[in-house]
């Protein structure tokens, strides 16, 4: 005898079949019964496009480029997610600063490009937890469509979060869907 | 004067049957398909098609139009003529067999009574056979037209089985002839109108008949000569477009006439069970029009349980579907037929 994983192992049954067994038609009777049974049952379908399901608060949706309170881009161009990155889906440029641009962008340092492709991507979350500034997050969207592969290489306008100054409304239905709990170490920050 | 003497009020009573007898299998089948498919994925628990129309009614005409739309092949090596005159066939054979079919009580049209069956020939069950038979020609011409092996022996696969089975069905059918002694099929209805129907006596007939029914519609567990999955597709490999339609056509075509002439044979035909209306006092066309429902109604549940036991029974080995029909079918088909004649002939009704 080998492990046991489950309480219901039935011993092989070699009896020759009994006359009724043999006759088929009573089995395929409580065959149909069965389906029968499932022809009324409550289908667990769920219509997609009109009803979604409700993701776990952790659910790690499309990447989001996060703004601060002021509406400047977090990102510094560090290059840590690109360094995270399992699945090499990142890359950026990073430039500096200049004359005037503080409203812009939050410290000297910012990304001029920012690429990620979405079909490289494994959505594992590791640029989420490798960012020292809190400037990329997964939100709940998901299932992103395109006619061509080159529409899954995500520019930085295509990534950042709306302008909570300019865009307030823009910016509070994107906060919706980034994850709840994102949403709190938001508001402690 | 020739043209005088005919009967043109009856030509045009008996067009206006034929094209809406035609017009109703056709919707039926359509819908069928649909019905073949929610049934389907509610055995499955799932829904089904939902997206075209309220409820997804629309299924049937968007996947005709589809049909259509798609490029008409024809394999080169093939008998063109041949090609194209299987499923025309296998439609027309499906079509033909609905005109002995009483489909309801006699109306009453101004003045005149119609009876709502477009031709009661007094042999009507020996036709349905005749034309059933010729059903196998739809599918050996489209397999032997295609000029590809696997078609071929699709084709082989089909025409043994139905020729197999169709002795069965007509032994088991011999039973209901002696109890009612006529192969007319309004005289075989109007007997269960006043006897009982037929099922009450004969129910191992029937079971002989439903069984071999499956087997002439080639539905599951008897769809070997289709075999989409395992057997590549079978008899209408080549086939596409339009076409293959209606070679898929005429399968829920004959499927809903078989459920159709099971039960008028079996099940009373347009008898309303359970209650004398001729006691309503309600009109007769009005009557002519609820035993019609009372048929479609009965035919409905017979392609019901054909969809039904097609997704709870898988299929058959093709010695097994031959051990089944020769062995066991035919004897057992025997048996009830000698028994019958013995009771009929004892109780010398």
């Avoid at chain 1, 295509?158 to 307030?168: A, C, F, G, K």
Wanted: net charge neutral; with cysteine.
């Amino acid at each position: 005898m080998g492990i046991q994983y489950t309480n219901r192992a039935k011993p092989v049954d070699r009896s020759p079949m009994t006359w009724v067994e043999r006759l088929y038609l009573w089995n395929i009777l409580k065959g149909m019964a069965i389906t029968l049974k499932h022809f009324f049952k409550k289908k667990p379908t769920i219509q997609y496009p009109e009803q979604t399901r409700t993701f776990s608060k952790v659910f790690r949706g499309l990447h989001i480029l996060n703004r601060d309170e002021e509406g400047r881009e977090r990102c510094t161009a560090c290059g840590l997610c690109a360094v995270a990155c399992p699945a090499e889906a990142i890359t950026m440029e990073a430039a500096e600063r200049e004359e005037g641009e503080e409203h812009l962008y939050r410290e000297e340092k910012y990304a001029a490009k920012y690429e990620i492709n979405m079909l490289r991507c494994i959505f594992c979350g590791y640029c989420e937890d490798a960012c020292p500034k809190d400037a990329i997050y997964l939100s709940q969207t998901f299932t992103p469509a395109n006619y061509n592969r080159k529409g899954f290489i995500y520019k930085k306008e295509d990534l950042l979060i709306p302008n909570p100054v300019t865009e307030p409304e823009a910016y509070q239905k994107a906060l919706g869907t980034i994850s709840r709990e994102n949403q709190i170490t938001e508001e402690v920050n | 004067m020739y043209l005088l003497a005919t009967d043109w009020f009856f030509i045009i009573e008996k067009l206006i049957l034929i094209a809406l007898v035609v017009t109703l299998s056709m919707i039926v089948a359509m819908y069928a398909t649909y019905g073949e498919r929610k049934v389907a994925a509610f055995i499955q628990d799932r829904i089904g098609p939902n997206r075209a129309g309220p409820f997804g009614l629309l299924q049937p005409l968007a996947d005709g139009g589809k049909l259509f739309f798609k490029e008409e092949i024809i394999p080169l090596a093939s008998s063109k003529f041949l090609f194209v005159l299987g499923p025309v066939l296998a439609m027309v054979t499906a079509l033909l067999t609905s005109a002995v079919i009483p489909w309801g009580s006699p109306a009453v049209i101004a003045g005149r009574t119609v009876p709502l069956q477009v031709a009661d020939i007094n042999i009507g069950i020996l036709y349905v056979f005749g034309v059933v038979s010729l059903g196998v020609y739809g599918i050996m011409i489209g397999g032997w037209a295609s000029n590809n092996k696997f078609s071929l022996l699709a084709a082989i696969r089909g025409a043994s089985q139905m020729i197999s089975y169709e002795l069965a069905m007509g032994l088991s059918l011999i039973a209901v002839l002696m109890l009612t002694g006529s192969l007319q099929m309004s005289t075989i209805v109007q007997n269960q109108l006043d006897n009982g129907w037929n099922i009450i006596y004969q129910p191992l007939g029937f079971l002989i008949f439903f069984i071999c029914a499956l087997a002439e519609c080639n539905r599951t567990p008897f769809d070997l000569p289709e075999a989409e999955s395992e057997l590549n597709f079978g008899y209408h490999q080549e086939y596409s477009s339009m076409k293959l339609g209606f070679y898929l056509f005429a399968e829920y075509i004959n499927m809903f006439i078989s459920g159709v002439i099971m039960s008028t044979l079996y099940f009373g035909g347009y008898d309303i069970p359970f209650v004398n209306e001729a006691s309503w006092g309600i009109s007769q066309n009005l009557l002519a029009f609820i035993s019609f429902v009372v048929l479609l109604c009965k035919a409905f549940f017979f392609v019901f349980v054909f969809m039904w036991i097609r997704w709870t029974v898988p299929r058959f080995r093709f010695d097994q579907l031959m051990h089944l029909g020769w062995k066991r079918l035919v004897p057992l088909a025997l048996v009830n037929m000698l028994i019958t004649a013995l009771v009929v002939l004892l109780l010398n009704k």
